[in-house]
């Protein structure tokens, strides 16, 4: 076993961050216009949930992995 970190860009921010891409919270593709998962980092996370309180939405919880290395099989 090992273990990996993805290195990307945040879709909001666009600074660099790493990541576990199994469960970093991410625009979804189809509103993305990329046509993939984009990332979005923590300290965009903190900044956007208390806009989607105050607008009836619910603040995005990140997975408590998110942002820590992601074991491989390798």
């Known amino acids: ?3 990996e970190i993805v290195i990307g860009e945040c879709f909001s921010c666009k600074r660099r ?10 625009v979804p593709a189809h509103l993305s216009g990329t046509g ?9 996370v903190e900044w956007a ?5 105050k607008n009836g939405l619910d603040p995005i919880v990140p997975h408590p ?3 820590e290395p992601q074991e ?3």
């Open 17 to 26: 961050f790493g990541f576990n891409a199994e469960h970093v919270p991410s």
């Open 65 to 67: 992995d998110a942002y």
């Open 36 to 44: 993939t998962r984009e990332p979005i980092c923590r300290e965009c």
């Open 1 to 3: 076993m090992g273990y």
């Open 72 to 74: 491989v099989p390798w």
């Open 49 to 53: 949930n208390p806009e989607r309180v």
